[in-house]
């Protein structure tokens, strides 16, 4: 701090309380202080203690848990659209948080990029400081004013605040509400800036269920990133490999639908809203994890970002190899996104999606279809945002492609939602035609039409241990073209979250389903309900949240009521956690299903159980176990992963992935891979 930069530097204070109530200025004081030179972007955060004790994190985990650690976080708008940017931050211990922003107010975690950063501890107060390349970010040519905001989370005095007030019920990564950084001259072009991201990797394999030899693996491949301009990038990819991403979190499927697993991979993050955000979380025109499912990716580029303050970009051509042992063919996956920002915060968005089968004659009788010639997609979106956030919403329509093209082959779907601090309105309609076909998107359901209102209420008490408390009703309505009811689902809820930032809410719900095809409601393959058949029942449950203060924390889920066949069904999941602060978390989730039906099913019972364990020895040292019990699947699983960040955006792995027959315990397949990725800047 006595570095003549920072003394001379104007300094952000007087930052407004966010929570728990946004009618004051903070209790607990920050000053921040930010400058700049030829190569980067400097910040300084001076965090001080309201209450004596140590500070509350819960390890060094890199992109930590807002709610669970002391911390400081930049949100920048440099393209002064209130929608898209970059965050970056670091918990008192140090670890990092970095994410990609997109629509106004979202936080991408999986982008990761080359940043430095330090935080010291003092008595009285915690200060990070941070080094952020011009070449990390993207930000208009010649803008000399960015959207900018602090967050601060106390978690000893439960205090969130901000620099620029927020309103308490958006997120303080709201870039709606952002304050104005001016610059004395536009900031200075990157210059020439290409990142060349090779690795290399050695494993061995073995799959002891198929009784087959060890398999031996050697690969190298590379990325490469180009600023096309500072705010548009060009990403190539040449036979990438993700074995270091962190395997799924299981759950016990019940649905009668796919169901939906987020995008890790590093390659489809930046700038991922212009293809994977278009549509609603069941309507995705486009799922890159559809991309390199079971298949090796070849090569790929992505161009995406601003052509100017208006116009946003996304191109992505992706090829895959075949498979000989299914008769996969080789494929291609082409993207093109474009959308133009309207009035103050909207915007209005286009995609097409291809899908091509290269050198593949597929069966003329579409019983016999193995695999499709191509699919495609288009589709057009308006998105809502009113300047002050209190209005948002969507409305699109998209038609699909195909060599058997049917009818009825269209979606179209809107929403609105009206939110001020005491009042949550909702609504939302969408028709799915029965032969629309996404082959690179999730769309589990199709041939529906869906009406679902929602309506919240939140009363906040003068004094007392309850913060705010309030009612939610909700209805969700499928029904067929001819407007006959399919599915139907009431539901009302009480929450209440307490000044100590725990929570806990009551439910009761009604549900009728009209089954369209013969389902197994235990998901096990033992028999299935008939299609047609009719089923009613109702259902009560509870949640609860711990305080995040706590080194032990909590949490847990109850339902209990009716359900399939007039059988019952008993969930309870929980959620286990305590932290040697700062170096090792131990969590331990669980989920419990007891399902009585009619002969064949009787009694079943499903167990997940999945501890994890994070041991950070440093900011840069990570080792991750994560083990998972799945009983519905018959399968136990153990990930664990040794993350060396040897330089910024350098990274040694060390992955070995176990999979187990519980009963008797025997293995099915084991894997040990080691990667080398070294961020090189042309």
Not at 314 to 331: D, F, H, I, R, Y
Not at 473 to 480: E, G, K, N, V
């Amino acid at each position: 701090m006595d570095d003549p930069a920072w003394q001379e530097a104007e300094v952000a204070t007087d930052f407004y309380m966010v929570l728990p109530m946004d009618t004051s200025y903070a209790q607990v004081r920050t000053d921040v202080r930010m400058t700049y030179d030829a190569h980067s972007l400097y910040l300084i955060a001076v965090c001080y203690h309201a209450l004596p004790g140590p500070y509350i994190v819960e390890s060094l985990r890199r992109d930590f848990t807002f709610g669970k650690n002391d911390n400081f976080l930049l949100f920048m708008d440099p393209f002064d659209d209130q929608t898209n940017g970059f965050s970056f931050g670091a918990n008192a211990a140090g670890a990092q948080w970095d994410g990609l922003m997109y629509e106004g107010g979202k936080v991408d975690l999986s982008w990761d990029n080359k940043w430095t950063s330090a935080v010291k501890n003092y008595e009285d107060k915690w200060i990070f400081e941070a080094a952020i390349p011009f070449k990390t970010i993207r930000y208009k040519k010649g803008i000399t004013r960015w959207g900018i905001n602090f967050s601060r989370l106390d978690v000893k005095t439960t205090e969130k605040s901000s620099w620029a007030p927020v309103p308490r019920q958006f997120p303080t990564a709201s870039l709606a509400y952002t304050g104005t950084l001016l610059w004395d001259q536009p900031p200075p072009a990157a210059g020439p800036n290409v990142s060349v991201i090779p690795y290399g990797l050695g494993g061995l394999a073995k799959d002891f269920s198929a009784d087959q030899s060890t398999d031996f693996r050697k690969e190298v491949g590379v990325d490469a990133k180009v600023a096309v301009t500072s705010s548009l990038n060009l990403d190539l990819t040449v036979n990438p490999d993700f074995s270091q991403v962190e395997v799924d979190r299981q759950v016990t499927n019940l649905d009668r639908f796919e169901l939906f697993f987020p995008e890790r991979r590093q390659f489809f993050l930046e700038n991922g809203d212009l293809f994977a955000n278009f549509g609603y979380e069941n309507i995705r025109p486009f799922f890159s994890r559809r991309i390199g499912l079971g298949v090796p990716i070849r090569f790929g580029a992505r161009l995406s970002g601003k052509l100017n303050k208006n116009w946003r970009i996304g191109l992505m051509n992706m090829q895959t190899g075949k498979v000989e042992e299914s008769g996969l063919p080789a494929q291609n996956f082409a993207v093109a996104s474009l959308q133009r920002q309207v009035f103050t915060r909207s915007n209005i968005g286009i995609i097409f999606i291809d899908k091509e089968s290269m050198n593949y004659k597929p069966s003329t009788d579409p019983d016999d279809l193995l695999y499709s010639q191509y699919n495609r997609n288009i589709g057009l979106e308006y998105n809502l945002a009113s300047s002050n956030n209190l209005w948002t919403g969507k409305a699109l329509f998209l038609k699909s492609f195909s060599p058997h093209n049917a009818a009825d082959n269209i979606v179209y779907a809107a929403n609105a939602q009206y939110a001020s601090r005491r009042w949550t309105l909702k609504g939302q309609y969408e028709y799915v035609g029965r032969h629309y076909s996404a082959e690179v998107g999730y769309v589990p359901r199709q041939g529906y039409v869906k009406v679902s209102p929602n309506i919240q209420y939140r009363f906040f008490p003068q004094s007392g241990s309850v913060l705010s408390h309030g009612p939610q009703l909700s209805a969700t309505y499928y029904l067929d073209k001819s407007f006959r009811q399919t599915d139907h689902e009431s539901f009302l809820l009480y929450g209440l979250t307490f000044r100590d930032q725990s929570t806990f809410l009551a439910w009761i719900a009604h549900n009728y389903v009209k089954l369209l095809n013969p389902f197994d409601p235990t998901n096990s393959n033992l028999d299935t309900l008939a299609q047609g058949t009719e089923h009613r029942w109702n259902a009560w449950g509870t949640e609860f949240t711990s305080k995040p203060n706590s080194l032990f924390t909590f949490g847990f889920t109850t339902r209990y009521g009716g359900y399939y066949a007039d059988g019952t069904r008993l969930n309870i999941t929980t959620e286990l956690g305590y932290r040697f602060q700062p170096y090792v978390s131990v969590a331990v989730s669980s989920s419990y299903n007891h399902i009585r039906l009619p002969e064949p099913w009787a009694r079943t019972t499903f167990w997940l159980i999945g501890p994890r364990l994070d041991v950070t020895m440093t900011n840069k040292l990570f080792i991750t176990a994560f083990l998972q019990y799945n009983e519905q699947l018959d399968n136990i699983n153990l990930n664990t992963r040794l993350q060396w960040r040897y330089q910024p955006a350098s990274d040694l792995f060390l992955v070995y992935t176990d999979n187990y027959f519980p009963a008797p315990f025997l293995v099915r397949n084991r894997a040990l891979v080691l990667k080398l990725t070294y961020w090189w800047n042309v």
